[in-house]
C-alpha cells in the first residue's frame, strides 16, 4: 500500500495475552465470542494508509499488506499503547471522586471515570479511597489483530463518501463535484447533530489531505413544514408552517 491510499479493512482485535476479544467489524465474529451489540452495523473500517489514524505496528503491517490476503499479526506495547505509566496511577479521596462523578452506582471495579478533564479506570477501591488508572486501557499490552484488506477504494466521489462516514457517523450524503471543487450535501440527521460544526471542521482537513480536494462547500436542506389539513382539529399557527424549503451553503 502507497501513503495515502484509502482502503476498507475487516479485523478482530485480541488481547494477546489472554486471547480475549476487544474489538471487531464482522458480526458473525461478535455473535461467535458473545460480545454482539444490538443496533450497531458492522462494516469495515475505512482508513487512509500511512496517516497515523491507527497505532503504529498496525500501520507498518498495512503499508505491507496485499488485498484479499488475510494476516494475523502480534503487535506489543511500544508500538500498539505504549508501557503502562505507574505515574498515571493515582490514588484519590472518595470526597473528591464523589464530586467528579454524577451517579455513585456508577462506580466499580473497571468503570470508567472522568476527573478533571482526563479520563480513567477506577481499579481499587479501599477504606474510602480509590485508584484511578489514567493509562489508555490498552497501555502495556500485546495485542494480536486479524484482518484482511477487503478493497481498495480508487473513485474519487467513493474516496470523499467513505471519509465522510467514517468521520463523521453519518452516511447518505449527496456527493457533487465542479472541476477540484466539492459540494456535499449534509444528510437531515446530521443536521441536529450537535457536534456537526466540529465534524465538518474536521472533514474539511480529511478531505484535502487524502483526495486533493480544492473548494469544499456543506449544504444544509431544511425541509418545508407541513400546514394542518382542512378538517384538523387544531391549526398551524407556527408563521413558518408550510414556508417553502431552503438551503444555504457553508463554503471552507
Known amino acids: 500500500m502507497d501513503n495515502g491510499t484509502i482502503v476498507h479493512v475487516d479485523y478482530e482485535l485480541y488481547n494477546a495475552e489472554n486471547g480475549d476479544l ?58 500498539a499503547y505504549g508501557d503502562k505509566d505507574t505515574s498515571l496511577i493515582e490514588t484519590i479521596n472518595q470526597d473528591k471522586l464523589m464530586r467528579a462523578v454524577q451517579d455513585p452506582k456508577s462506580l466499580y471495579i473497571g468503570a470508567s471515570v472522568e476527573i478533571g478533564g482526563r479520563n480513567g479506570t477506577l481499579t481499587l477501591a479501599a477504606a474510602g479511597r480509590y485508584r484511578v488508572d489514567f493509562n489508555h486501557p490498552l497501555a502495556g499490552r500485546s495485542l494480536r489483530y486479524k484482518y484482511t484488506i477487503v478493497k481498495v477504494i480508487e473513485d474519487r466521489a467513493e474516496k470523499i463518501a467513505a471519509l465522510l462516514k467514517s468521520n463523521t457517523g453519518h452516511d447518505d450524503f449527496e456527493v457533487e463535484f465542479e472541476g477540484d471543487d466539492v459540494s456535499i450535501t449534509v444528510p437531515q440527521a446530521m443536521l441536529f447533530d450537535t457536534n456537526a460544526a466540529m465534524m465538518k471542521f474536521r472533514v474539511v482537513s480529511v478531505l484535502r489531505d487524502a483526495t486533493n480536494v480544492a473548494k469544499v462547500s456543506f449544504v444544509e436542506v431544511h425541509e418545508a413544514r407541513v400546514a394542518a389539513a382542512e378538517g384538523d382539529e387544531h391549526d398551524c399557527e407556527d408563521p413558518d408552517c408550510g414556508h417553502e424549503s431552503h438551503s444555504h451553503g457553508e463554503e471552507e
Open 22 to 79: 476487544l474489538e471487531t467489524t464482522l458480526e458473525s465474529i461478535a455473535k461467535e465470542q458473545e460480545m454482539h451489540q444490538e443496533g450497531r452495523t458492522y462494516t469495515p473500517l475505512t482508513t487512509v494508509v500511512g496517516a497515523g489514524q491507527l497505532i503504529e505496528g498496525f500501520e507498518e503491517s498495512l503499508m505491507e499488506a496485499e488485498v484479499s490476503k488475510e494476516y494475523d499479526i502480534v503487535i506489543e506495547p511500544s508500538k
